[in-house]
């Protein structure tokens, strides 16, 4: 097809999609789009259909089982001996021994909305991925920008032996050294008791997540308009914390992450774990021996 005929048709398309689903405005500095989260937390996976995307397949030289799974991981790859000659591998059993916080020892700076993400199923994983340093946390005078959240069912980390139905990874990046990761745990725990459930402002950017993911494997969408402001205040409600240096829990397991995983849950419905599981059947690394200096 010539360029011009292609630009034309494209230029057809864009508009016929402007017009059915106008892009809301873009938040600027600490605007509030209350209205736009509610409606897209609401959505069905049904409305997010017309913007499904191809995305790149991800790798698949690993697994969650048999001769591909966790155990094995190493022997898979050159690239991946480090998942069982690493001293400071994640995930691990968090117990008393752990450094703990009783504040959350860093700083949030979330906006309330992301204008735009990707929502993905990835296989193994679904994720989001946000706009570049949109979101950022601090500590210890230093920033990492949130680069993706994605969970794993059930919960990597085990808290004094104890696992949780899910748990959400929240991967910060510094941007003056793109190797210097932060990954903020929070667990999800299932609960039917209506008392125990936060409020909807807490939920929304879950809901949403949920909502959006795309039922096939290797799929994207982008959503627009996603509620991230309860996510902080989720965090900063869910002490104390565990701190410590560990890894990457898929290969390449490559170490020096700093960890911070809060101790309280966010309780959530069975149909939310359900819904999880349906992506994931099963994709939690077995705990692992983490030699303290």
Same mark, same amino acid.
């Given at each position: 097809?010539?360029?011009? @005929?292609?630009? =034309? ?6 508009? +016929? ?8 405005? $873009? &938040? /600027? ?102 706009? @570049?340093?949109? =979101? ?6 230093? +920033? ?8 794993? $069912? &059930? /919960? ?105 995983? =809060? ?17 994931? &059947? ?12």
């Amino acid at each position: 097809m010539h360029l011009v @005929a292609t630009l =034309a048709l494209a230029g057809a398309i864009l508009a +016929s999609l402007a017009s059915a689903h106008p892009t809301p405005r $873009a &938040p /600027s500095g600490h605007d509030h789009i209350h209205a736009n989260c509610l409606a897209s937390a609401l959505m069905s996976r049904d409305d997010y259909a017309h913007l499904l995307r191809k995305r790149a397949a991800p790798v698949t030289d690993w697994s969650y089982e048999g001769a591909t799974g966790p155990a094995f991981w190493s022997t898979i790859n050159p690239n991946y001996t480090t998942c069982a000659m690493g001293t400071k591998q994640s995930p691990i059993n968090l117990t008393p021994a752990e450094t703990m916080s009783a504040a959350a020892p860093l700083t949030f700076m979330y906006p309330q909305t992301f204008a735009e993400v990707e929502v993905a199923n990835l296989g193994r994983t679904v994720e989001v991925v946000v706009p @570049a340093e949109t =979101a950022f946390i601090m500590r210890d005078g230093v +920033s990492y920008s949130l680069v993706q959240f994605h969970v794993h $069912a &059930p /919960s990597e980390h085990h808290v004094m032996s104890n696992q949780f139905d899910a748990e959400v990874h929240f991967v910060h990046r510094n941007p003056a050294d793109p190797a210097a990761l932060h990954v903020v745990g929070l667990f999800l725990s299932r609960s039917t008791a209506a008392a125990n459930a936060p409020g909807k402002s807490m939920i929304s950017w879950l809901d949403t997540f949920l909502a959006a993911v795309p039922a096939a494997p290797g799929e994207m969408v982008k959503v627009p308009n996603f509620p991230i402001g309860g996510v902080p205040a989720l965090l900063e409600m869910s002490g104390p914390y565990w701190q410590y240096e560990g890894s990457l829990t898929t290969p390449p397991c490559s170490e020096g992450v700093r960890w911070v995983v =809060a101790n309280a849950p966010l309780t959530v419905s069975g149909s939310t774990i359900s819904g999880l599981h349906s992506f994931m &059947p099963f994709n939690a690394r077995f705990t692992q021996k983490n030699v303290k200096p």
